[in-house]
């Protein structure tokens, strides 16, 4: 019942910016943390950046300072916007919340279909 659609993932050149969305719909109680994170091939999924549901953010060493995470919660949705982008970025990318229907006693963890971000000349 619960769905997350990403979408702006694609193809763009090495310093180029994407902004990446994610929004859930469905029977929604309440959202709790919200994130993103990447797979590369050959490479363990790595999370990127969450961000709780009163706006505290986290993110990965690597992208510290490029990549912003947000969340809009009257849209049940989370954006990432991504700068500077380097080559090394190149991967499926992932939202996941962390969600409450209305007629579970907890929340359960949503993952998006993944969107390809590929960084290239």
């Known amino acids: 019942q619960v769905q997350l659609v990403e979408s702006g993932g694609g193809l763009v050149q090495p310093g180029g910016s994407l902004r990446l969305s994610c929004a859930a719909s469905g029977n929604i109680f309440s959202i709790n943390a919200m994130g993103w994170y990447r797979q590369a091939p050959g490479k363990q999924r790595e999370l990127v950046a969450q961000?709780?549901?009163?706006?505290?953010?986290n993110y990965a060493d690597s992208v510290k300072g490029r990549f912003t995470i947000s969340r809009d919660n009257a849209k049940n949705t989370v954006y990432l916007e991504m700068n500077s982008l380097k080559p090394e970025d190149t991967a499926v990318y992932y939202c996941n919340a962390d969600i409450r229907t209305y007629w579970a006693l907890r929340a359960s963890a949503y993952w998006g279909q993944g969107t390809q971000v590929t960084i290239s000349s």
């Open positions: 961000i709780s549901s009163g706006g505290s953010t």
